[in-house]
Nanobody
Framework: QVQLVESGGGLVQAGGSLRLSCAASGRTFSSYHMGWFRQAPGKEREFVTAISWSGGSIYYADSVKGRFTISRDNAKKMVYLQMNSLKSEDTAVYYC????????????????WGQGTQVTVSS
């Protein structure tokens, strides 16, 4: 099992940057593929980005490509989401998630979730 705790959310102006962190516990963290998802008010939770267990494969939603960067440090059991050029439509609760399967885009494959961290982008 793995437990996940996100941090780093907050209020930022449009065009600004934030870095989210996800701290994991559990001895097998390095085996897990990791993803970031977000959920805006009144909307379904959506895929943002994911990174494979080795870091060798990375995927981004089209809406964040070129602005967001995912990374991981298996030795520290950490996953990061660097968010640049933020837009008001990026406002959402951001969740870190972990899974052992393929299909890194696919939300139902993720069976471990953090509690979420709020990101608010003011225009």
């Amino acid at each position: 099992q793995v437990q996940l705790v996100e941090s780093g959310g907050g209020l930022v102006q449009a065009g600004g940057s934030l870095r989210l962190s996800c701290a994991a516990s559990g001895r097998t963290f390095s085996s897990y593929h990791m993803g970031w998802f977000r959920q805006a008010p009144g909307k379904e939770r959506e895929f943002v980005t994911a990174i494979s267990w080795s870091g060798g494969s990375i995927y981004y939603a089209d809406s964040v490509k070129g602005r967001f960067t995912i990374s991981r440090d298996n030795a520290k059991k950490m996953v990061y989401l660097q968010m640049n050029s933020l837009k008001s439509e990026d406002t959402a609760v951001y969740y870190c998630a972990a899974q052992l399967y393929n299909g890194l885009y696919y939300l139902p494959n993720y069976n471990y979730w953090g509690q979420g961290t709020q990101v608010t982008v003011s225009s």
